[in-house]
């Protein structure tokens, strides 16, 4: 039973450079999440897919886009990574708001990026 | 704008203690409230999910109430251990709009021996 499974686990990015995150879910979902936390800061929303086939900003979406590929899978991208990308990035999915007051939250493991 | 609190920040206890996690929300207009946890360098673990029409929920030592008039929840956590040494994150799914969660920055659980 895999979950949330985010790949990769680790990258290390020269400012500039563009990568892009991977995440898939196998649990049906409908929504689908990409936060980043940093320290004293907290969890912050960068963009959410509350269906396949569409995508809204959230907290901090500068810099970064996102596709739903699929309703598994949802990547995020960083075009020209600079410093302040230097996060932790979690995705996550739950049953979406059809069923809002049982709607559990599932996280990944988490992709430790580092910009130079 | 929703906003969520956790008080302390860190909290370090000996082995066997209770101990009480607090979580604050300024919006009562909430579908549910999720507790998580968090071990360093790894990813959330859902602990505990509580409907806004439920007092409390309960997994093994842990206990989570909800006052949603009064906008807190409280997580229990009973004869605890060095391995529940970790983060615990509580997040609120709010009413209207998207009905995204919205996070405390944590309490860093520190269970000495």
């Known amino acids: 039973n895999a979950g949330v499974t985010q790949t990769p686990k680790f990258q290390v990015l020269k400012t500039g450079q563009s990568m892009t995150l991977q995440c898939a879910q196998d649990?049906?979902?409908?929504?689908m999440y990409w936060y980043r936390q940093d320290p004293g800061m907290g969890l912050r929303l960068i963009y959410y897919s509350a269906s396949e086939g569409t995508t809204d900003k959230g907290e901090v979406p500068n810099g970064y886009n996102v596709s739903r590929l699929n309703k598994r899978e949802f990547s995020l991208r960083l075009e020209s990574a600079a410093p302040s990308q230097t996060s932790v990035y979690f995705c996550?999915?739950?049953?979406?708001?059809?069923?809002?007051?049982?709607?559990?939250?599932?996280f990944g493991q988490g992709t430790r990026l580092t910009v130079v | 704008k929703q906003e969520v609190t956790q008080i302390p920040a860190a909290l370090s206890v000996p082995e066997g203690e209770n101990l009480v996690l607090n979580c604050s929300f300024t919006d009562s207009a909430i579908y549910n409230l999720q507790w998580f946890r968090q071990d360093p360098g790894k990813g959330l673990t859902s602990l505990l999910l509580?409907?806004?029409?439920?007092r409390e929920q309960t997994s093994g030592r842990l206990n989570a109430s909800l006052d949603k008039s009064s906008g807190r929840s409280t997580l229990y956590i009973a004869a605890s251990q060095p391995g529940d040494s970790a983060t615990y994150l509580c997040a609120v799914r709010t009413q209207g709009g998207s009905e995204k969660l919205v996070f405390g920055k944590g309490t860093k659980l520190t269970v000495n021996p």
């Open positions: 509580i409907q806004s029409s439920q």
């Open positions: 649990m049906n979902h409908n929504s």
């Open positions: 996550a999915s739950d049953t979406g708001t059809a069923w809002a007051m049982n709607t559990e939250a599932f």
